[in-house]
């Protein structure tokens, strides 16, 4: 039995971590049945969430999660893609989880109103007395994450304009296909689909959501992941908001 480790619905969003949604969209590619707990990042092999439990095997990591399932079960998620266009996707997905989601994240964590009906609402289980200090020091952590990795040590402005060079190259990459690699979805749109559901989601506001709406491409690819993945998921076209936010 397969066991997936995240966080859960939340934030208007099926997942409420892109990477724990890059796994899901994985398993529901490949088609393997698995059941999902919700579990703090500590208890995590490393530290993070996603993990998963195959049958009593733990493997810790979106990435490695993948190579694990390719292997044990035969897949690959790339199929039918050539070298080139292989290396296009790993620097694609490069692109998306170490340089888009901190824009992301930045959103989430340090956007006052974003984080205090966000994250901040993670330590809710906590006894009350500690919920305080527990709130400010994760927002501390993510801060000095977000500085370590750079993004954090530039103007909103400058922070904002990086994350839509990225939005940018993505809407080209995908230029008129429906996925970014072609025809069908392959490795790489599960990360490129949590990441920017994770930004467009209305339940945050945010300078770089509006950025992200205003590329129609990307909307409707947000759209059918969402359709062709979550059918189940109550999911209000993206396509539709986007043009009211346009008028
Ligand atoms: N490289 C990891 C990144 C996972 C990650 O950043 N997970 C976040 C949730 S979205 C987390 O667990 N953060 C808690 C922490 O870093 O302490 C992967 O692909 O699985």
């Given at each position: 039995m397969i066991t997936l480790y995240g966080i859960g619905a939340k934030f208007g969003l099926p997942e409420a971590s892109p990477y724990v949604t890059k796994t899901e969209v994985h398993l529901r590619l490949a088609g393997l049945a698995y059941v999902k707990e919700a579990a703090p990042p500590q208890m995590s092999p490393k530290g993070q969430l996603p993990w998963l439990d195959d049958d009593g095997e733990l493997i810790a990591d979106s990435h490695f999660i993948r190579q694990h399932l390719e292997r044990k079960y035969g897949?690959?998620?790339?199929?039918?893609?050539?070298v080139a266009e292989r290396a296009q996707a790993w620097a694609i997905e490069r692109m998306v989880e170490n340089h888009l989601c901190w824009t992301l994240i930045n959103a989430r964590w340090l956007i006052p109103e974003n984080y205090a009906k966000g994250?901040?609402?993670?330590?809710?289980?906590?006894?009350p007395a500690m919920q305080e200090d527990m709130r400010r020091d994760a927002q501390a952590r993510i801060g000095e994450n977000l500085r370590a990795v750079g993004?954090?040590?530039?103007t909103d402005d400058e922070g904002l304009g990086l994350g839509v060079r990225s939005l940018a190259a993505l809407s080209a990459l995908l230029?008129?296909?429906?996925?970014l690699m072609g025809a069908r979805p392959t490795g790489v749109d599960a990360i490129a689909f949590g990441v920017l559901a994770g930004l467009m989601t209305p339940f945050f506001d945010a300078p770089i959501r509006d950025r992200a709406m205003s590329f129609g491409n990307l909307t409707a690819y947000v759209d059918r992941m969402m359709a062709g993945v979550y059918p189940e998921f109550d999911w209000a076209p993206l396509a539709a908001q986007a043009q009211t936010m346009a008028a």
């Open positions: 897949l690959d998620f790339d199929e039918g893609l050539g994250p901040a609402q993670f330590f809710q289980a906590m006894p993004i954090g040590r530039h230029d008129g296909k429906p996925f």
